[in-house]
């Protein structure tokens, strides 16, 4: 499936650059949230987005999610969270880090198959942002 970028997520990061994420709406929060999910299960898998400061917004990633109707990422995204730690999610990056680090190896072989699914792009969530972002 054909990705849609965003359309306007340079403005949403130069804002929350200056701003910080509190200060951002609730549709500038899910266009800054789901590209930094996307952008960083792209590169290294979501073991990757939960170690770096991206997985800070992991819980605004599913809220956004379903409110745009993207359930089924949504539900990656929570799958994810339950394999790497047991469905709660930590609160700072270095407990994530922490806890990603037991049983490593058996979370990243977990993690990898989400990945897999999430790299089908079963909904176009950047399409389903504009909408979102348009009304």
Same mark, same amino acid.
Do not use: C
């Given at each position: 499936?054909?990705?849609?970028?965003?359309?306007?997520?340079? +403005?949403?990061? &130069?804002?929350?650059? *200056?701003?910080? @994420?509190? #200060?951002?709406?609730?549709? /500038?929060?899910?266009?800054? =949230? !789901?590209?930094?999910?996307?952008?960083?299960?792209?590169?290294?898998?979501?073991?990757?987005?939960?170690?770096?400061?991206?997985?800070?917004? +992991?819980?605004? &990633?599913?809220?956004? *999610?379903?409110? @745009?109707? #993207?359930?089924?990422?949504? /539900?990656?995204?929570?799958? =994810? !969270?339950?394999?790497?730690?047991?469905?709660?999610?930590?609160?700072?990056?270095?407990?994530?880090?922490?806890?990603?680090?037991?049983?490593?190896?058996?979370?990243?072989?977990?993690?990898?198959?989400?990945?897999?699914?999430?790299?089908?792009?079963?909904?176009?969530?950047?399409?389903?942002?504009?909408?979102?972002?348009?009304?």
């Amino acid at each position: 499936m054909a990705k849609e970028y965003p359309e306007s997520y340079d +403005a949403v990061e &130069a804002k929350y650059q *200056l701003v910080g @994420i509190d #200060a951002l709406s609730e549709k /500038e929060k899910a266009i800054f =949230a !789901i590209w930094w999910l996307e952008a960083e299960v792209n590169n290294g898998g979501f073991h990757q987005y939960f170690w770096n400061s991206a997985g800070d917004n +992991a819980d605004i &990633a599913v809220e956004s *999610l379903n409110k @745009i109707g #993207a359930t089924k990422t949504a /539900e990656l995204l929570k799958q =994810a !969270i339950e394999i790497a730690f047991s469905g709660s999610l930590p609160l700072t990056r270095d407990d994530r880090q922490t806890l990603l680090e037991i049983n490593e190896d058996k979370k990243m072989d977990a993690l990898g198959e989400l990945d897999d699914s999430f790299y089908e792009y079963q909904e176009d969530f950047y399409k389903m942002l504009n909408t979102y972002g348009a009304k």
